[in-house]
């Protein structure tokens, strides 16, 4: 249901209050205003990058990605100062600001100017300040497909990443982010790639963009004047295609899109509709701290909106509600849009609309998702389009959906999905694919069980265990009459990964599957009840109190030093190490003898105890994996799904 709070003064103090209360529920509020599509001289903006910061950090601008084409600001690189008015005066304008002792610049014969470019690490010092101003180290990788021209820009990014190709506008786009997804995983710095523009000349469909993984946000204003925002008579604005791929991914179970607004600045000297200039579109992030993993995992939340200058004064949001107030101006009015997809309709409606300045919405039964879109009666100064007014955008809400089980899926006994809430669908990815032991990081943060590699800068309740994991795991195996995969008998593990402290973690985790005992094998002392799930405990991991317990709902994982410790494989029914600890074979060549021998003779050590193998960390290659069979490990452990499906089912 919706309710506009506007009107009447019992439902205000009624807002005020729940809003007090969420407050203090959640984190405070802190609101950072950032720009993530910014071009310097370093490729085809025209002012020096230095000028550009000082403009964002000047007008009130918290966070910027400069995202130059295909370069980073990096190397030894001097530009051409042309004999042009416009450009002479935009060198002494750098100059008057920067002073002689900063700019460096060349003359020549003929009253030619050449100027070095700053690097990133020079002039980062300068401008960022903790709490205030940040930059964002960021690529706009530019390439394209038969003429159309695809722009991703890579937001964070550590190393630059080289445009790639492929045979299709989907591939392509998904060819370069598989490198940032990569990366990511590599570094363990958080980063994202985003989609610039899918209108620009009509280059990218929403049927394009429901094909990508690892995507997340594209979009949804830009402030370029060759953008089509609004697309024409025949070609639909992004906004259409915004609620066609959330429609999409809601079905599919994927986590919903996002909207950006952007200015995707290229021009500082002159302003108008012809040029593409600052001030036309930024976010607004909730973030814990002005920091890159803190700003982005709060993106990744959908705790931020996106702007051509609405503010608001509030905004709450939870998994299935929100709640906000504008931050109103003098003799503006607002009119609200409630937009969404109900159950049994295929495409999107605006819900609700109606005039003011505060709203609240909380998913109904039959909403699979809602959002809002504020538009103010204020023309937009410098405006990306003629007559364009001040708009906001508050990210999607969707009910949780399980998608439908996929009958032709051949499960995979062997098949271990490490880090699977690292996939784009964190756990359908897995199940799709047939794989049959997941893995989930946890970390105990107020009593409550989170998901991550790192430890999270604040509490995202889409992530915790339960919501990420055991709810979906239930449904899933409601609708396949108490199996994970229909009529498929054998074990199904989830690996719980703690990173925190063993016995609290413990306490909390054997709490939360209290509620889930019927899906789950349970145990009195050593024997077990077989469930539709096997749960065993890794990383930290509480042996003795598991030992102990006369009636448990996990297992435990083992190592090496395990065996022979009388540990039966009822407590513990995997061995898990490092491939590292044992291997230095790459998949090159042939393995040394000597190696193949050490690890058939681990297989047999764990195989002796009744237990199964599980090597982390080993080379994502067929030709390791063939090898690991052929000694008898018991499971892959990978990140590449489809490729590891395709290497067990022959």
Request: proline share 6%; net charge neutral.
């Amino acid at each position: 249901m919706e309710i506009n709070l506007s009107s009447s003064p019992l439902m205000r103090l009624l807002f005020l209050t729940l809003a007090v209360f969420s407050f203090h529920l959640g984190h405070s509020q802190h609101w950072y205003k950032g720009n993530l599509h910014t071009h310097s001289l370093w490729s085809d903006g025209d002012d020096y990058p230095e000028m550009i910061m000082d403009w964002y950090k000047n007008n009130g601008y918290h966070f910027v990605g400069l995202s130059d084409h295909n370069t980073f600001q990096e190397g030894e690189k001097w530009v051409n100062v042309p004999r042009v008015p416009e450009r002479r005066r935009t060198f002494e304008r750098y100059l008057r600001t920067f002073g002689p002792d900063w700019v460096q610049y060349k003359k020549g014969p003929n009253d030619s100017l050449k100027v070095r470019l700053k690097n990133l690490s020079e002039y980062r010092s300068y401008f960022d300040e903790a709490g205030k101003f940040l930059i964002l180290k960021s690529e706009e990788v530019s390439t394209s497909y038969d003429s159309k021209p695809i722009h991703i820009n890579m937001t964070n990014v550590q190393s630059l990443i080289r445009p790639q190709r492929g045979n299709s506008v989907a591939e392509v786009m998904q060819n370069n982010i598989d490198l940032l997804v990569a990366q990511r995983r590599q570094t363990g710095q958080p980063m994202f790639p985003h989609i610039n523009h899918p209108n620009f000349y009509y280059a990218i469909t929403a049927e394009d963009l429901m094909q990508l993984r690892h995507e997340r946000f594209f979009e949804v204003h830009n402030g370029h004047p060759l953008v089509n925002n609004y697309g024409d008579a025949k070609r639909e604005g992004t906004e259409s295609m915004w609620d066609k791929i959330n429609t999409h991914f809601v079905h599919q179970g994927r986590p919903l899109m996002y909207g950006l607004a952007t200015d995707d600045s290229h021009n500082y000297q002159f302003f108008g509709l012809e040029y593409s200039n600052t001030g036309r579109g930024w976010v607004m992030v909730n973030a814990p701290s002005l920091a890159p993993r803190s700003i982005i995992e709060a993106m990744e939340a959908g705790r931020f909106y996106a702007t051509t200058g609405v503010e608001l004064a509030s905004l709450h949001q939870t998994l299935t509600s929100f709640s906000f107030r504008i931050k109103t101006e003098p003799d503006i009015s607002y009119t609200i849009q409630l937009i969404g997809l109900k159950k049994g309709k295929e495409k999107a409606e605006i819900l609700r609309e109606f005039k003011g300045t505060e709203a609240s919405y909380t998913l109904a039964d039959d909403d699979l998702w809602v959002r809002a879109k504020i538009i103010s009666s204020k023309a937009k100064y410098n405006p990306y389009s003629a007559g364009e007014l001040e708009t906001a955008w508050i990210q999607p809400i969707a009910h949780l959906q399980v998608p439908e089980t996929n009958p032709n899926v051949v499960p995979l006994p062997n098949a271990h999905a490490h880090n699977d809430y690292e996939q784009s669908r964190p756990l359908w990815d897995a199940l799709d694919q047939g794989f049959t032991s997941i893995e989930a990081d946890v970390y105990l943060i107020n009593d409550s069980l989170f998901v991550s590699h790192e430890r999270p800068s604040f509490n995202n309740p889409a992530n915790t265990l339960e919501n990420l994991y055991l709810k979906p795991l239930a449904e899933r195996i409601r609708q396949n009459n108490g199996l994970v995969y229909p009529n498929y008998k054998g074990p199904v593990y989830l690996m719980i990964d703690f990173k925190t402290e063993a016995e609290s973690t413990y306490k909390a985790l054997d709490k939360l599957l209290q509620s889930y005992r019927g899906i789950l094998t349970s145990y009195k002392g050593n024997t077990p009840t077989k469930g539709a799930v096997t749960v065993f405990i890794s990383g930290n991991r509480p042996i003795v109190t598991l030992q102990k317990s006369k009636t448990r709902l996990a297992a435990v994982d083992g190592r090496p030093a395990d065996l022979g410790k009388k540990l039966s494989p009822e407590l513990m029914p995997v061995v898990s190490d490092n491939y590292n600890n044992h291997l230095t074979w790459r998949g090159k060549d042939e393995i040394p003898p000597e190696q193949f021998q050490k690890l058939q003779a681990l297989v047999q050590r764990v195989h002796k105890e009744g237990k199964k193998l599980r090597l982390w960390a080993c080379p994502e290659d067929p030709a390791v994996w063939a090898k690991l069979r052929e000694a008898g490990a018991d499971f892959i452990s990978t990140d590449q799904l489809e490729l590891a499906k395709e290497f067990l089912k022959k």
